[in-house]
């Protein structure tokens, strides 16, 4: 190999570097060879430029013969060829620094522009005195140029080949430590900057490409993450802006809030005051009425007392006279006693107030449900603005179930349809679940039950069971409230608790608010409250969940429709 190359050395040093360069020079790029390849037809061209110019074809080629290969070649660098064109290289001298700087200057008396710059490194050609800031770097010659110094490498043919690069300094870490080059190469398999002769040694197995090449292409990856962390960090300044607003804005309503509050309680203790000075007006009249009735009945007995008392005494008279034409004169005006007047039925009752507290309790309550139907109706107003495009997932559906192809009606048929089988779907029970998944925040939806005699309605975790028999109640994942047979609604919250409502609601509208953990039913056109599961803490997915019951004789046949909310 040592003869091959001393061989080489002297063949090359017979040219002249023009025919040199002519025998030597890329056909892609027009450049000498760097990290030159041999590809299968037999010509050469630099690793990068191949790679490059087979990256914008179809079908790989040769870019001199238009040669197609069937297959996209792997080229290797050819050291061979690599080792020639560096003793190509080492070969050509460079002509001496320094000399007369007119005769390095352009012609036609043009003089180079200086550069100021605070920040650029010093040009090492100046003097130390007067050293001017460089403009560009010599990776080869190690050395920074001012605008003056600079023109051999513009003028030059030679050292026109040189890599020139924005104005840097030259320390240690940008030369191989091994061969003491400048790392112009980058490693691909090893990731490391590495020199021309470790690329033709340690690493010529390995994917060597040019590090400023590899640069660029990091570069432009770093542009595209930046690009990316950019967008990301306007999402969450915008996301800031929306949680401060939401603070500031929940502020406002939380005063209002208090302000309101203060009002209806206000207003109900005044009313419970106003109550209460009513009711003791009620019991003081009714004791005046006794009172005055009592004194009027005591006068009536004591009347009917002295009138027996006096008939008492003529007829005491009366039985002790002595003369007997006397008392039987007397006897027809004494026998007629005064009338006799029935006073066993007659009362007054210690207790004149009874009923009258309970009638003030229930005017009382009767005012709280009028204020709390007055609130229900707000509230059920400020639910739109959480509205939520629900609708139903088929493929959770039972297979007696038949949905909608807008996804917004269900109703259970008398005929099972057969469908493929899935552990998604329920099997047993004629259930079917929302396509949304909840995670967070607050939602609201109305779904229309009509007459429908048996329903369920509310939400499901997304993990739940949906094989066999599933018990619908808070502690199997399900937070809903049901009708059956046609009576009164009921929460399914194992036993059932009952719901007495003054109307049986046509259309159910349900709010979910998984922060808080509550679910909230709604009669969505009386606007009044029907019932809450709180403190719920939910973990995981949830979904809304329908079942629309299974058809009784006809009577349940109608769908469970899920209704547009204005917003």
């Known amino acids: 190999m040592n003869r091959t190359l001393n061989s080489t050395?002297?063949?090359?040093?017979?040219?002249?570097?023009?025919?040199?360069?002519?025998?030597?020079?890329?056909?892609?790029?027009?450049?000498?060879?760097?990290?030159?390849?041999?590809?299968?037809?037999?010509?050469?061209?630099?690793?990068?430029?191949?790679?490059?110019?087979?990256?914008?074809?179809?079908?790989?080629?040769?870019?001199?013969?238009?040669?197609?290969?069937?297959?996209?070649?792997?080229?290797?660098?050819?050291?061979?060829?690599a080792d020639i064109i560096d003793i190509l290289k080492r070969s050509i001298s460079t002509p001496a620094e320094g000399g007369d700087a007119a005769a390095a200057a352009p012609p036609g008396g043009w003089a180079p522009r200086r550069v100021q710059s605070a920040e650029a490194p010093a040009c090492d050609v100046c003097g130390d005195g007067a050293a001017a800031p460089c403009v560009k770097s010599c990776l080869v010659c190690q050395a920074s140029y001012c605008d003056l110094h600079l023109w051999p490498h513009l003028r030059d043919p030679e050292l026109q080949r040189h890599r020139l690069t924005e104005p840097a300094t030259f320390p240690s870490s940008h030369l191989c430590r091994k061969h003491g080059e400048p790392l112009t190469m980058f490693c691909k398999n090893d990731r490391a900057p590495v020199c021309g002769k470790c690329s033709r040694r340690e690493h010529k197995q390995h994917k060597v490409v040019v590090m400023e090449k590899e640069s660029n292409k990091v570069k432009a990856i770093v542009r595209e993450k930046n690009v990316h962390v950019q967008k990301m960090i306007q999402t969450r300044l915008k996301k800031i802006e929306e949680i401060e607003k939401s603070v500031d804005l929940g502020k406002k309503i939380t005063q209002r809030e208090i302000e309101n509050s203060s009002q209806v309680c206000t207003l109900l203790i005044s009313t419970i005051q106003r109550h209460r000075a009513e009711l003791v007006q009620e019991l003081e009249r009714r004791q005046e009425e006794a009172e005055e009735r009592a004194d009027e009945l005591l006068g009536d007995l004591r009347q009917e007392v002295n009138a027996l008392q006096a008939s008492d005494g003529e007829?005491?008279?009366l039985e002790q006279a002595q003369d007997p034409?006397?008392?039987?004169q007397s006897f027809p005006s004494l026998s007629a006693l005064p009338p006799d007047r029935d006073w066993a039925g007659v009362a007054v009752h210690a207790d004149r107030c009874v009923g009258a507290l309970r009638g003030a309790v229930s005017a009382l309550v009767g005012v709280c449900r009028a204020a709390e139907k007055q609130l229900c109706a707000e509230e059920a107003n400020k639910l739109n603005q959480y509205a939520v495009h629900v609708t139903l997932d088929p493929n959770t559906a039972s297979d007696w179930l038949a949905v909608s192809a807008d996804g917004k009606k269900v109703s259970c048929q008398k005929k099972r349809t057969p469908l493929p089988s899935s552990p998604?779907?329920?099997?047993?029970?004629?259930?079917?679940?929302?396509?949304?998944?909840?995670?967070?925040?607050?939602?609201?939806?109305?779904?229309?039950?009509?007459?429908?005699?048996?329903?369920?309605?509310?939400?499901?975790?997304?993990?739940?069971?949906?094989?066999?028999?599933?018990?619908?109640?808070?502690?199997?994942?399900?937070?809903?409230?049901?009708?059956?047979?046609?009576?009164?609604?009921?929460?399914?919250t194992g036993p059932s608790t009952p719901l007495h409502l003054h109307e049986t609601p046509h259309k159910v509208g349900i709010f979910l608010d998984y922060d808080e953990g509550s679910v909230s039913f709604?009669?969505?056109?009386?606007?009044?409250?029907?019932?809450?599961?709180?403190?719920?803490?939910?973990?995981?997915?949830?979904?809304?969940?329908?079942n629309p019951c299974v058809q009784d004789s006809g009577k349940n046949a109608a769908p469970l429709v899920i209704c547009p909310v204005e917003v």
Request: charged share 20%.
């Open 424 to 492: 998604l779907r329920f099997d047993s029970c004629v259930c079917v679940l929302g396509k949304q998944r909840f995670t967070s925040g607050r939602r609201f939806w109305v779904v229309q039950v009509g007459d429908k005699t048996d329903w369920d309605l509310g939400v499901a975790r997304e993990s739940i069971n949906r094989k066999g028999l599933i018990t619908v109640r808070p502690d199997s994942g399900y937070w809903a409230i049901c009708r059956r047979k046609g009576g009164s609604l009921s929460a399914c």
């Open 315 to 317: 007829l005491q008279l």
């Open 9 to 81: 050395s002297q063949t090359v040093s017979n040219l002249t570097p023009l025919q040199l360069e002519e025998q030597f020079r890329c056909c892609i790029c027009l450049e000498i060879y760097t990290n030159p390849v041999s590809i299968p037809c037999g010509h050469n061209a630099c690793l990068d430029c191949i790679e490059d110019y087979w990256d914008t074809k179809n079908k790989p080629d040769c870019p001199l013969c238009k040669e197609v290969f069937p297959q996209r070649p792997e080229p290797r660098i050819n050291h061979t060829f």
């Open 325 to 328: 034409l006397h008392v039987l």
């Open 522 to 546: 709604y009669d969505a056109e009386a606007k009044t409250h029907i019932y809450t599961y709180s403190g719920c803490g939910f973990s995981g997915p949830l979904c809304p969940y329908f």
